[in-house]
């Protein structure tokens, strides 16, 4: 296998189909004694930083309170 300009590598079919690894599947690389793996997690990992973000917010604020506070000079 030959790794791309982008750091790609196709996973050859045969491996997909014996992994269970179909489009949208979320894989991880483990490592032992020096050697790597590739394994399906059941937890998917959250790239963007706003999504880890999402619904933590604590203000007891309205929504008009706090576009009110966003729009002040």
């Not at 590598?9 to 949208?24: A, C, D, K, Q, W």
């Not at 894989?27 to 020096?34: A, L, P, S, V």
């Not at 059941?42 to 930083?49: A, C, F, L």
């Not at 999402?54 to 309170?65: H, L, S």
């Amino acid at each position: 296998m030959r790794v791309t300009t982008k750091g790609q590598v196709t996973i050859p079919r045969n491996i997909r189909e014996v992994l269970g690894i179909v489009p949208e599947t979320e894989i991880d690389f483990k490592e032992d004694h020096g050697r790597y793996y590739i394994v399906k997690t059941t937890e998917p990992k959250s790239t963007n930083t706003f999504k880890k973000l999402r619904g933590i917010a604590t203000a007891k604020m309205t929504t008009d309170e706090i576009m009110r506070l966003t729009r002040e000079r």
